[in-house]
């Protein structure tokens, strides 16, 4: 057959100039690329040779090789797998988007067994004129002695020819790489020995034949008796194989040590501790992958930084596809580490992007549910090391609470809080468990630390009755706990806030009662404070939480906390001013003095006690150098 120049199909030329420049954000993804497809070509080979054991195969094992050629500046990648005829040539290379493996998965679609391979879009080989300014292509088929010679330079047309393949089947594919003078600094050399170490580790490590290559590496001379001539040194040439192809994750978990799983997880979330602990199972059914997933031992220093990366990463067959895959784990989770292999996940065309259809929150949802479903039942039975996780990673996990609502619940029950009740953590199920009789709601207080916390005078009234309080001191717990109104028909309450209801009836009545007589003995002083502080409080009533405490401020029902307030000004949100209710403690002998004191004295005596009540809570007071004044004033005249 004489050599022809072909023309590709229309549009070819556009569509090669979109591959170039915009279709993939790395150039080196042009090597996975090739690698995949002479992975495929292998897996092909092997399992067409079950059907013809009159094929004359090769005695050398199945493997790819790259060849790399600096003085000539080429790289080729070689395969011994099942390569092509000319027709096959022609319809699979010079038809563009034309995947010859998902024409052979096609035919073989009733078969049991059949090879999982890599290659979805025919696409792929043209990532090479990213890299290249001329492209060869040399391939013959198994069982067949005719070999194929294209070659094209991107320009829209190739050239085909007989030509016969001394290695026999397989196929050669030669890269005559370009000079990027007008970006050097930005383009890595692709025919350099450590370049391509790295690009293989990164994206082709688990491909399950060997990639080969040969290396130079200098060693001493010796001498007849073996011993090193100083001074002397030559060259050797050694072939080496450049993937691990150790995917744990493919392997029953039985068959994996423990110090395999340990090295694998240092491996993929580059981390020098052990993990945790882990999850690795087989998902079958609609959606089928595999997942091998790590809980770090301690948190990673960054975190909880704002540009942090996260999520699992993302194989198909083996082949790496993108690393801080978001979209297969949710936020709440995103101190998972680790991999997902799926073998029919749908990717666009460059196979770097994930498409947001069902397959992806298929499998986001399997992953969800796994996680969750082995987070309770270490909490149910080894709930020691539950807690140590949850010191790590809760106050992450409680975010799932406000923005997953289909696992909201399932997420309460994996929620712990310190309490006044135990020194260990608690759940709510073990608060509800532990209630008084009488007690009607469950009463929570948010705060920046435990030491504040178990110190507030908010809880004076409720430890005196013996009612537990859970104290909540994760920054996000502002918003976990208005999301769970209600456990186990027991509405949550925050002890903080106006409308706290404490007495049963009985106790209410007496109660009302004193409030009266206690309003009406100190109407005149209340009145005298309220206008001292009117600025500031929308009301001064007497309180009855308070026990030992001379005041404090309380939110409205629906009004955000005072930590809340703090919270979203220092992220620079300014907050509507809420004027706040300041509850005050008759009984405390500070009120019994104030009586009798002139009525300027009072209204400055009221001021302290506001500022008092802001730094008790946590919150900052407006004037300090003032405060100060009036506390040295009020110490002066003692």
């Known amino acids: 057959m004489a050599k022809e120049t072909r023309a590709f199909q229309a549009e070819v030329k556009q569509i090669l100039d979109l591959m170039v420049h915009s279709l993939y954000s790395h150039r080196e993804i042009f090597l996975r690329e090739l690698i995949s497809n002479a992975s495929d070509a292998l897996d092909k080979l092997r399992f067409e040779e079950l059907s ?112 016969p393949r001394s290695e026999g089947h397989g196929t050669t594919i030669t890269l005559h790489m370009k000079k990027f003078e007008d970006d050097d600094n930005s383009v890595e050399d692709f025919t350099d020995e450590w370049v391509l170490r790295r690009i293989v580790k990164k994206y082709s490590d688990f491909i399950a034949w060997p990639i080969k290559m040969k290396v130079s590496r200098e060693e001493d001379e010796v001498d007849a008796e073996g011993k090193p001539v100083e001074g002397k040194t030559k060259t050797v040439e050694e072939d080496e194989v450049l993937n691990s192809r150790k995917a ?57 930084y704002r540009d942090t990366k996260w999520g699992l990463s993302l194989y198909v067959h083996r082949v790496f596809i993108m690393d801080h895959c978001d979209d297969l784990v949710p936020a709440y989770l995103r101190f998972m580490r680790g991999v997902i292999d799926s073998s029919d996940l749908s990717l666009n065309v460059s196979r770097e992007i994930l498409q947001k259809d069902r397959q ?32 790590n990673f809760g106050s992450t996990l409680k975010e799932g609470i406000t923005n997953d609502f289909s696992n909201k619940e399932k997420i309460e029950e994996l929620s712990l809080f310190h ?91 007496k109660s009302d009662e004193e409030v009266k007589a206690k309003e009406e003995e100190f109407k005149t002083l209340i009145n005298t404070i309220q206008g001292a502080v009117a600025e500031k409080v929308r009301e001064v009533k007497i309180s009855t939480r308070l026990v030992d405490s001379p005041c404090c401020l309380v939110s409205g029902a629906y009004d955000p906390s005072a930590r809340m307030a703090r919270m979203m000004e220092s992220m620079g949100q300014s907050m509507p001013q809420q004027k706040r209710i300041m509850e005050i403690n008759p009984n405390h002998p500070v009120f019994g003095r104030m009586k009798d004191l002139p009525e300027n004295t009072q209204k400055e005596w009221a001021e302290i006690l506001y500022n008092q009540a802001l730094l008790t809570e946590g919150s900052p007071i407006e004037d300090p150098m003032r405060f100060s004044r009036q506390i040295a004033n009020l110490m002066t005249h003692m």
């Open 360 to 391: 992806v929150q298929a499998i986001k949802k399997a992953v969800v549910a796994k996680v969750l479903k082995h987070l309770q039942a270490m909490m149910d039975g080894e709930r020691d090391r539950y807690e140590t996780f949850w010191k």
């Open 248 to 304: 744990i994750w493919l392997r029953s978990a039985s068959e994996v040590s423990e110090d395999e799983y340990k090295e694998f997880y240092k491996h993929v979330a580059h981390d020098w501790s052990d993990p945790f602990d882990r999850i690795h199972y087989r998902a079958e059914g609609s959606q089928e992958f595999t997942a091998l997933m790590f809980i770090p031992s301690v948190v990673p220093m960054d975190y909880n």
């Open 52 to 163: 013809h054991s009159e094929w004359k195969g090769s005695d050398e094992e199945k493997h790819i090789r790259l060849v790399a050629d600096k003085e000539k500046r080429t790289l080729t990648v070689i395969d011994n797998g099942i390569g092509m005829t000319h027709d096959e040539v022609l319809k699979n290379i010079g038809t563009i988007a034309h995947s010859g493996t998902k024409e052979f998965l096609k035919k073989q679609k009733e078969v049991k067994d059949r090879p999982e391979l890599i290659g979805q879009f025919g696409v792929g080989f043209y990532s090479s004129f990213m890299v290249a300014d001329r492209v060869t292509v040399h391939t013959c088929k198994a069982g067949t002695e005719e070999g194929t010679l294209w070659e094209s330079t991107g320009d829209g047309s190739f050239t085909v020819d007989s030509a």
């Open 419 to 509: 309490s006044t009740h135990s020194e260990k953590l608690t759940s709510l199920a073990e608060y509800v468990g532990r209630m008084k009789k009488e007690q009607k709601e469950i009463y929570f207080i948010t705060g920046d630390s435990l030491k504040t916390l178990q110190n507030s005078p908010y809880l004076e009234r409720l430890k005196a009755k013996g009612f537990e309080v859970l104290y909540c001191i994760d920054p996000v717990d502002e918003w976990v706990m208005q999301s769970i109104s209600k456990y186990q028909d027991k509405h949550l309450r925050s002890i903080t806030k106006e409308g706290l209801d404490l007495d049963t009836e009985e106790e209410k009545k």
